[in-house]
């Protein structure tokens, strides 16, 4: 269904407009209930450069985890947190940013797909489906949100500058493209958008040309490039700087082959969760997705028949509806830098890299549903509201998930029981919550999935030694030093067993090889003066007290502990 009479119909697309807002909204209203949960802690709540006890600007050269450098939604938080510093106001703002979000893949599908309805059924389902609510729900999925709401911004003030006067042409392009490099500084794959910005030049331009297709393409990567020379000084690279752990991504230690045999398996469960998002999942890391070792896997070949059965029935299905081209391509573009299949990146899969190419699938669906909906509108207008309140149901649902760490790795475990990081992650919840029973028996299954986990053999160990049995913690603190030498935490129980036992010589050595692999953490640097204290060295106590106040701060558990011990160190040097 096209709209005959363009300019009739401003009116309503304002309507669905509001529409489209107002579905966007309700699924997620819950999550402003929720806490923080999962990495809000490291990279938001504990973190001092956003909660004020350094600098918000020294986020513009810091990395928060190895190749992440996303400086403008980093900053963003340190914004959140002058306002308000609980997870309320938080919660809002990724509502907020989600909202705007499907506003844009509404007033884009408007202009791609030249269709009033296509653009409701493209915008409403983009609004509610349930694989947006871990980028949505947990507040770091913030960087999705943002970095899509510039991408399509730019796209829309690109959109704006192709019908636009020749001086206002130059401003929306200006905009286009300054939107695109804070894309880009929101999160580093939206560059892969840059694609983008000529095949919508094409799908629009009947008489198009290749010299402005070759214009366009270097003025977005110009642009783009802003970010790149930013990135590389702090990150020391273009993509990850090192390989991943094999626990996040088995991927980055495997072969080529591999690689790309078990990436086009998690490319099929990424169009299987679009097309029915039940089993969703915060972490499918190893073992949940085993590599596909040999063409021979039976995955594999499940995968590649189904991925090439879709792909021949868009390509016929492309010749009655077009439009189903241009909505390919705004699936498969944004998926280029985040698939493992050009080089591997921190993660083997996560739902929240759907957010952006969604908008493709949604898209897809619009066009199907314009093509469709000639004939019995009102039928198709019925499905459509039966999918979108069943989709906002379950994001309803999925949302609670993220309420806390301890509902989040409980649903996570449930989802993903092959995971060894699902299994430490809930472990680690329960025994924050007392339940040391079950936090041990979860950390065992962590190892028994892979047993050179060296957090999990520490959480073993902790276990024992919050109940009290100092030996048995010793014998697994010592096994996770024997698989990671450089845990530093490790280092630290150690030496406070020993310390607390009076042996200073050995606790000494605990706390100094702990320092080598870790030279600013602050608790060891504050044990260590409190055992050169009690061997009498009073010099190089105070001196590492001193020290201890030049540190740059960590998270605010671990201050915490090391500012209690510096007190009391203090008080025995004076």
Same mark, same amino acid.
């Given at each position: ?15 669905? +407009? ?40 020294? @986020? ?47 007033? @884009? ?83 892969? +958008? ?13 008489q198009w040309r290749v010299s402005r297709v070759a214009a366009l393409l270097v003025l977005y990567t110009a642009a783009g490039a802003i970010y790149l020379g930013a990135r590389v000084p702090v990150v020391g690279a273009l993509t990850i700087p090192g390989a991943p752990s094999l626990v996040d991504n088995p991927l980055a230690h495997v072969d080529g082959a ?76 944004? @998926? ?43 039928? !198709? ?20 998930? !993220? ?29 924050? +919550? ?26 073993v160990g902790h276990v024992h030694h919050l109940r009290g049995n100092e030996d048995r913690a010793m014998q697994w603190y010592l096994r996770a030093l024997a698989i990671d030498p450089s845990l530093a935490k490790a280092h630290l129980q150690i030496g406070l067993i020993r310390l607390n036992h009076g042996e200073y010589d050995a606790a000494e050595a605990a706390f100094r090889t702990g320092l080598e692999t870790a030279p600013d953490d602050p608790e060891l640097v504050v044990y260590l003066g409190t055992v050169l204290l009690a061997q009498g060295d009073r010099w190089r106590a105070l001196n590492l007290v001193r020290y201890f106040a030049t540190l740059p701060p960590t998270d605010s558990e671990t201050m915490?502990?090391?500012?209690? +011990? ?9």
């Amino acid at each position: 269904m096209s709209d005959p009479h363009p300019a009739s119909t401003d009116a309503r697309r304002r309507w669905l +407009a509001l529409l489209v807002a107002a579905v966007a909204t309700l699924p997620y209203l819950n999550t402003l209930g929720n806490g923080f949960a999962f990495d809000d802690f490291f990279l938001i709540r504990w973190h001092p450069m956003v909660t004020g006890s350094e600098s918000p600007w020294h @986020l513009l050269t810091w990395v928060q985890v190895p190749g992440a450098y996303r400086p403008l939604t980093m900053l963003s938080y340190a914004a959140n947190e002058r306002v308000s510093d609980g997870p309320f106001g938080y919660h809002l703002v990724n509502l907020c940013l989600h909202v705007l979000v499907s506003l844009g893949v509404f007033w @884009l599908a408007v202009r791609l797909l030249r269709s009033s309805f296509a653009a409701a059924v493209a915008g409403l389902l983009f609004a509610t489906h349930p694989v947006h609510t871990e980028a949505v729900s947990n507040v770091v999925g913030r960087a999705e949100l943002l970095a899509a709401a510039l991408v399509l911004g730019a796209l829309l003030a690109f959109l704006r500058a192709e019908r636009a006067r020749r001086r206002w042409r130059l401003v929306w392009m200006a905009l286009s493209l300054l939107a695109f490099a804070a894309a880009c500084f929101a999160k580093e794959s939206a560059f892969a +958008a840059v694609l983008l910005f000529a095949i919508t030049y094409i799908w629009l331009t009947p008489q198009w040309r290749v010299s402005r297709v070759a214009a366009l393409l270097v003025l977005y990567t110009a642009a783009g490039a802003i970010y790149l020379g930013a990135r590389v000084p702090v990150v020391g690279a273009l993509t990850i700087p090192g390989a991943p752990s094999l626990v996040d991504n088995p991927l980055a230690h495997v072969d080529g082959a591999t690689r790309l045999r078990t990436a086009m398996i998690v490319l099929w469960q990424y169009l299987s969760m679009l097309l029915l998002p039940v089993n969703l999942t915060a972490d499918s890391s190893f073992n949940e997705i085993p590599p596909a070792f040999s063409f021979t896997d039976p995955r594999f070949a499940l995968a590649g028949a189904a991925l090439v059965t879709v792909a021949l029935l868009a390509a016929r299905a492309t010749r009655r509806i077009p439009a189903l081209a241009i909505a390919a391509l705004f699936l498969v573009v944004p @998926l280029v830098l985040t698939a493992n299949v050009l080089f591997p990146i921190g993660t083997i899969k996560a739902e929240r890299l759907l957010y952006l190419p969604s908008v493709g699938w949604c898209l897809a669906w619009g066009a199907l549903a314009a093509a469709a909906g000639r004939t019995r509108p009102q039928v !198709w207008a019925a499905l459509l509201a039966v999918v979108v309140t069943v989709y906002a149901g379950r994001s309803w649902a999925r949302n609670r998930d !993220w309420k806390d760490n301890l509902s989040l790795f409980s649903a996570t475990l449930a989802a993903s029981p092959g995971s060894a990081k699902a299994q430490h992650n809930a472990a680690t919840a329960l025994q924050g +919550a007392g339940n040391l029973d079950d936090a041990l028996l979860h950390y065992r299954r962590a190892l028994e999935i892979y047993p050179e986990y060296a957090a999990a053999a520490y959480g073993v160990g902790h276990v024992h030694h919050l109940r009290g049995n100092e030996d048995r913690a010793m014998q697994w603190y010592l096994r996770a030093l024997a698989i990671d030498p450089s845990l530093a935490k490790a280092h630290l129980q150690i030496g406070l067993i020993r310390l607390n036992h009076g042996e200073y010589d050995a606790a000494e050595a605990a706390f100094r090889t702990g320092l080598e692999t870790a030279p600013d953490d602050p608790e060891l640097v504050v044990y260590l003066g409190t055992v050169l204290l009690a061997q009498g060295d009073r010099w190089r106590a105070l001196n590492l007290v001193r020290y201890f106040a030049t540190l740059p701060p960590t998270d605010s558990e671990t201050m915490e502990a090391a500012r209690y +011990a510096q007190r009391e160190l203090e008080v025995a040097v004076r």
